[in-house]
């Protein structure tokens, strides 16, 4: 993807910079930057499509948010748009969609805060920039990982920070696609870690992060301090990131039959306060759409121009209680996406015309993931026709089969490795859908883990592998085994190609699907 500006330049512009030439902001009056509001965490965008896209910023204080956007880097004849205000409420948060967009044009937008209280103290500028997605054919590229600052490993700046955030912006991807466990809002972090060769693994550690995630504010600061490293900062000034969630932005393995009373740690033992807390601060710190019809959904669809539609599922929000996972018939209880997100993935499913069509899950389907003796994800063990929630996704193969939906690939992260998994009727117990892939990839900065058994239920196959030997758990980052896929679309040939990737930008494993052509 060509760019009108180096990365270093637009960088430079993205945190504290002069107005350019050409804006239709003034400049600000007074030069004692303690006065002024600051931008504290950087700017993001998201959700970006053919002709919007929702941009996020902070400040330090109640302010009024002038926004303007432009299609040159010089911001001439730019866009201004109504001013927003911020206040405590939100944590100093605002964010907005900016609309009626040209079609794959590269989009500069900036921030200027005014003081509520002081109408001369005015911030310098802060910039973000992202590409609209193509109204016709052409090439694109997206990365995707999960699992952010997991099992004790923050940022260590001696180490390079977040690295595999920075190999990702390398890329200059279209979009950052984060499959879950954008936080650990349940992983306080110790400021250091002794390391198996006698090093010293040495966090960055902030109040809310030396503790368990219970209050609005500290699920707030999981998210800040994500910010505060130099390379997410860097990814989300240039490249979009479409989030969702998974378990670890409330707490591990979280569902209604959570019990926190034996947990020490938490004085908040009622798990859906702690998830209703969880989920605000989730919206409030990311550049994720808002859905009038049901405020704070997660689930949703974004159509990437002609050739690619991501569909987003939420298996956290409508879960039964985690327990043996082994109902015989679709109830409450074995539920994980639930009727209304199930009848919105079928409609939209097979009403999207795009070439291929990607379904971004935050759990795999065939590994068998525990939670104790009860089990976490879909997948139960058991050798037989389809139980509990294996009901719900046979239900979804079964229906992408009968109405004749071609190209599904889906993507996850969750496990803590990566592999490619092929899932084929003729393997499986299950026999009423068509072959599809599965990708996993993770984690781009926590402990490495896996890998996890098969259920074959639905024929997986495991095609490769990346993750530690055996007896190895919970490695650094600094062992090298964090990992980020990236899947390239040619918008000649329409053909889907997905490469595996380490931190150190080793391709591990490649395959190009070609695309099922309809009639």
Known sequence: MALSLTRRRFLAQSGVAALAAGSSFAMPRISRAAARPQFTHG???????????????????????????????????????????????SDFTVKRLIEDLPSDQEIFWRA???????????????????????????????????????????????????????????????????????IYADGPLKESVELPDGTLWKNLVIPEKTKVAETLDE???????????????????????????????VLNNWSASKDLSADDRYSEKNIHVLAARA??????????????????????KIAYGPMLDVFFLDLRSYRGPNGANLESEMSPAAQMMGPEQIAWL????????????????????????????????VANGDKGTPKGRELEFADLLRFIKSAGIANTVWLTADVH??????????RAAFQDFEPFWEFVSGPIHAGTFGPNDLDMTFGPEVKYVKAP???????????????????????????????????????????????????
Do not use: C
């Open 417 to 426: 490795y990566t592999a490619a998994h092929h899932y084929s009727p003729e």
């Open 469 to 519: 030997e055996a007896g190895q758990v919970n490695l650094a980052p600094s062992a090298g085994l964090q990992f980020f896929g990236i899947v390239d679309i040619d918008g000649a040939s329409e053909e889907l190609t997905v490469r595996l990737m380490d931190t150190d930008d080793n391709e591990l494993w490649k395959t190009t699907l070609q695309p099922v052509r309809n009639g």
């Open 43 to 89: 700017v993001q965008t998201g959700d970006v499509d053919a002709s919007s896209g929702m941009v996020w910023t902070r400040v330090d204080r109640p302010a009024r948010i002038d926004f303007e956007w432009a299609t040159t880097e010089s911001f001439q004849n730019a866009r201004k748009l109504h001013a927003l205000t911020t206040s405590p409420a």
């Open 346 to 377: 079928k409609r939209e499913l097979a009403n999207s015309n795009a070439t291929w069509k990607v379904i971004a899950s935050d759990m795999p389907i065939g590994l068998l993931v525990p939670d104790g003796e009860k089990w976490e994800a």
């Open 219 to 249: 699920y707030r600061g999981q998210w800040k301090y994500n910010m505060l490293d130099k390379n997410v900062r860097e990814l989300n000034a240039s490249v979009p990131t479409f989030f969702q969630w998974d378990d670890h932005e």
């Open 112 to 182: 200027i805060a005014t003081d509520l209280a002081d109408a001369n103290g005015v911030s310098d500028p802060i910039v973000g920039r992202f590409r609209t997605a193509p109204a016709s054919r052409r090439s694109v590229k997206f990365v995707w990982s999960g699992d952010t600052v997991g099992q004790g490993w923050g940022i260590d700046e001696d180490r390079g920070g977040m690295r595999a955030y920075g190999t990702m912006a390398k890329h200059q991807p279209d979009f950052f696609l984060h499959s879950g466990d954008t």
């Open 279 to 300: 989920a605000r601060a989730f919206h409030e710190m990311t550049p994720i759409r808002y859905v009038p019809s049901e405020p704070g959904r997660i689930y949703r």
